[in-house]
């Protein structure tokens, strides 16, 4: 599985925008990018996914590099409810189908202050 | 969005008693189903995928006889712990992905084991 590294940990103001980085040089041309956040003691939740085009919906953007070696988050507004780990993930969309796994990293800590 | 249920949410139970986790997928079908298991302070770690109908997929170094999985319907999977001991103390997360296709997985709000 391609690998991704993400900051351990990221500030951000209430209300103010917010990008979360992720870097996955190995990427094949199949893997998808997905971003999922978790808040204490909760499963995870799905943000956004993509593989070559940018993507907007009603939680967040994803901007994904020319090359797709990198990939941004972007949280527009940022809310006290948006303090979460947030997992940027490659999921193989190639051969095996639904059984391809999302294997999680460390993530990184998002805090936002008031 | 679709919805994956967990039920216990949180369980106790003495060292070496055998302890079930359900996860039901409540408004799709999942032919495949996974179990992860998080410790404090720590991300998730996949423990094995389970398919309806066959064997489960257990990933390296995670026992099969000691994690059992059952994917019986399309739209229940459980994971039993046996002989559960305080080092299986952990919070159990099942995920989904609905078969009719799309690349998001659905994810249970987890259920927290504290073997005594």
């Known amino acids: 599985d391609a690998k991704t590294t993400q900051p351990n940990s990221m500030e951000s103001n209430e209300e103010e925008p917010v990008h979360l980085p992720c870097n996955h040089s190995?990427?094949?041309?199949?893997?998808?990018i997905h971003w999922y956040r978790q808040l204490p003691s909760q499963g995870p939740e799905y943000v956004i996914h993509g593989l070559t085009s940018n993507v907007n919906n009603r939680m967040a953007s994803l901007a994904i590099a020319e090359d797709r070696k990198s990939s941004t988050l972007i949280l527009h507004r940022a809310t006290l409810r948006d303090a979460a780990v947030y997992y940027c993930i490659l999921r193989d969309g190639g051969y095996g189908g639904a059984t391809n796994k999302l294997i999680f990293g460390t993530g990184t800590l998002l805090a936002v202050q008031p | 969005g679709a919805v994956v249920s967990q039920h216990p949410s949180r369980v106790i139970c003495k060292s070496g008693t055998s302890v079930k986790i359900e996860c039901r997928s409540l408004d799709f079908q999942a032919t495949t189903m996974f179990w992860y298991r998080q410790f404090p302070k720590q991300s998730l770690m996949l423990m094995a995928t389970?398919?309806?109908?066959?064997?489960?997929?257990?990933e390296q170094g995670v026992e099969k006889d000691k994690f059992l999985i059952n994917h019986a319907s399309l739209t229940l999977s459980t994971l039993t712990v046996t002989s559960a001991h305080p080092e299986d103390s952990s919070f159990y997360i099942c995920s989904a992905r609905d078969q009719g296709g799309g690349e998001t997985q659905y994810f249970g709000p987890g259920t927290r084991l504290l073997v005594l």
């Open positions: 389970s398919n309806e109908g066959s064997k489960a997929t257990y």
């Open positions: 190995t990427i094949s041309g199949t893997d998808y």
